[in-house]
């Protein structure tokens, strides 16, 4: 098959044309794919405050930093104590996203000094 100068000129952009459109598709594709959750933090500590009703709370850290949050589902807490040993996920606004109980650290005897 013998294209004229024109058919195939006309072939090559409506090849160009879907070429360009693939490739548009798949970079929309790429950037939803890539798109970043909202930013998340975890700490760990001790629970010392929760005021379900204000939903606000403090967590104290291993190293005594006061950790504050806000909470909107008090569900995530209805299990929980005051001095319990938890990890949160916190947003950017400190709002707990979750809520982990953590056992404490294991503490191990250092060995016996040889002889």
């Known amino acids: 098959m013998v294209l004229s100068g024109c058919a195939l000129k006309a072939s090559l952009a ?6 360009l459109s693939l490739t ?6 790429n950037t939803v794919a890539l798109e970043q959750p ?12 929760l005021d379900i009703a204000a939903g606000k709370g403090v967590l104290m850290t291993d190293l005594e930093k006061p ?26 606004e400190g709002l707990v996203l979750k809520v982990i109980e953590t056992l404490p650290a294991e503490v191990h005897e250092p060995p016996p000094p040889a002889k």
């Open 24 to 29: 548009s598709y798949a970079s929309s594709e």
């Open 67 to 92: 950790i504050f949050f806000r909470l909107d589902r008090p569900e995530l807490f209805e299990r929980l104590s005051i001095g319990d040993r938890v990890t949160m996920q916190l947003d950017d």
């Open 38 to 49: 909202e930013a998340q933090h975890r700490v760990t500590g001790t629970l010392a405050k």
């Open 14 to 19: 409506a090849l160009f044309v879907v070429a």
